[in-house]
């Protein structure tokens, strides 16, 4: 019995040092911190003559100076800092004349070296550290890296440095190949690190999308989002039809989001097309592209297995004038389930919309669908004020 008290006692005690010892230390890494921050400060004003010297010169026709004096391991961190902010917002000369200023000065061989730290964190940082410097002389060591990583959010680090700082297209092909081969569904992350490459985005996008790899080719469709690329637009009639269905899916939003003059049988495909994802993507489109004679397809595709499918036929028919929103009115009182689920919802949308129109023919529009609703559903008592427009001056005197 006083065996076991004791025991207990002593396991009491070893918790309360532990704990103890837990506090100190997080109070000591908070005082340390503290105090980096306070010398960074003093270093940031220290060097502040020098970092206007490197400003007003960036734009010059001549070599810039190094950092002035011997400098401390923290106070090469805060210059380092400078000049990888100042990368990051300037582009041509004036980031290639801070490029070279970090060979320059050390910055590069130093971080380099450190990629064989045995500290993981270290490594990482290092990685970080190159890429923001755009380090092409690293990429090699970097790769190396890359390849004894396990998939997480270090590799997405590692992935975006040698993306800054490659200076070959088959570089970038390596590091998105190394990614996706993770099995994750990372084309969007993946599109986006490629976006960070000082190569020209317009051939390598072209090199992808001809590339024997899928996984490739997609992500190369989803950089194009947003981006004006019109050199690899032709590919995009070839992708249209590509076996391989997350592709064609991409291949069918770029398509459809350029404003093709879509032909009957065209739309026809798209619409009947065996993944539902094309479905979608050509339903959203034909609202927009104001493709009237794709009414029947649209009021057809109400009755889709797929909720985008359904959602965005009724969105485009809504779209569509009177027409689409009389084939609305149809399919709410004479279909059944998620059709007419789908139509009812939609032509509540609209209606719900009423107090928003300001222009003239946009009040005309609404009162259009508004006497086709009342046709088919019967007058709403007590729903609102409709808005009529105005027109010319005060006629009451």
């Not at 503290?34 to 960074?40: I, P, Y």
């Not at 045995?118 to 890429?131: K, M, N, S, T, V």
Request: glycine letters at 6%; hydrophobic letters at 45%.
């Amino acid at each position: 019995m006083f065996s076991n008290l004791a025991l207990a006692y002593m396991f009491i005690y070893v918790c309360l040092g532990l704990i103890a010892l837990g506090i100190i230390l997080l109070f000591q890494m908070k005082i340390k911190h503290n105090a980096e921050q306070k010398q960074s400060e003093l270093y940031q004003k220290k060097h502040r003559d020098y970092f206007m010297y490197v400003q007003a010169h960036l734009h010059d026709d001549v070599s810039l100076e190094l950092p002035p004096g011997n400098l401390k391991a923290l106070e090469r961190r805060v210059i380092q800092d400078k000049f990888m902010e100042w990368i990051e917002q300037f582009k041509g000369e004036a980031q290639t004349k801070l490029i070279g200023l970090c060979k320059e000065a050390g910055f590069v061989e130093l971080e380099i070296r450190a990629l064989g730290s045995f500290r993981y964190g270290r490594r990482i940082e290092a990685a970080y550290r190159l890429g923001g410097m755009r380090a092409e002389e690293a990429v090699p060591a970097l790769e190396v890296l890359l390849d004894r990583t396990k998939y997480g959010p270090s590799t997405i680090i590692i992935s975006r440095a040698i993306a800054k700082s490659a200076d070959r297209p088959d570089q970038i092909r390596a590091m998105l190949s190394k990614l996706l081969s993770y099995e994750k569904p990372i084309h969007h992350m993946a599109a986006d690190i490629l976006l960070e490459t000082r190569l020209d985005s317009a051939g390598l996008m072209r090199k992808l999308l001809d590339d024997p790899n899928p996984g490739l080719v997609k992500v190369a469709l989803v950089a194009m989002w947003g981006q004006a690329v019109p050199a690899v637009v032709p590919a995009l009639d070839r992708l249209v039809g590509s076996e391989q269905k997350d592709v064609r899916a991409e291949a069918v939003k770029l398509y459809l989001s350029s404003n093709p003059v879509l032909k009957d049988e065209t739309i026809a495909q798209l619409m009947n097309d065996g993944e539902w994802e094309v479905r979608a993507a050509a339903a959203k489109a034909l609202g927009p592209l104001h493709a009237a004679g794709s009414i029947p397809l649209l009021s057809a595709a109400l009755q889709d297995e797929n909720w985008h499918v359904r959602n965005n036929s009724a969105e485009s028919l809504s779209l569509l004038g009177e027409q689409g929103f009389d084939v609305l009115c149809q399919a709410a009182l004479t279909r059944t389930g998620a059709a007419r689920e789908t139509a009812l919802n939609r032509i509540e949308r609209i209606m719900a919309k009423e107090s928003d129109h300001e222009a003239v023919d946009q009040m005309v529009a609404f009162n259009k669908k508004k006497l086709l609703y009342e046709s088919y559903f019967g007058v709403q008592p007590n729903k609102r004020t409709v808005q009529v427009a105005r027109v010319g001056g005060d006629y009451t005197a």
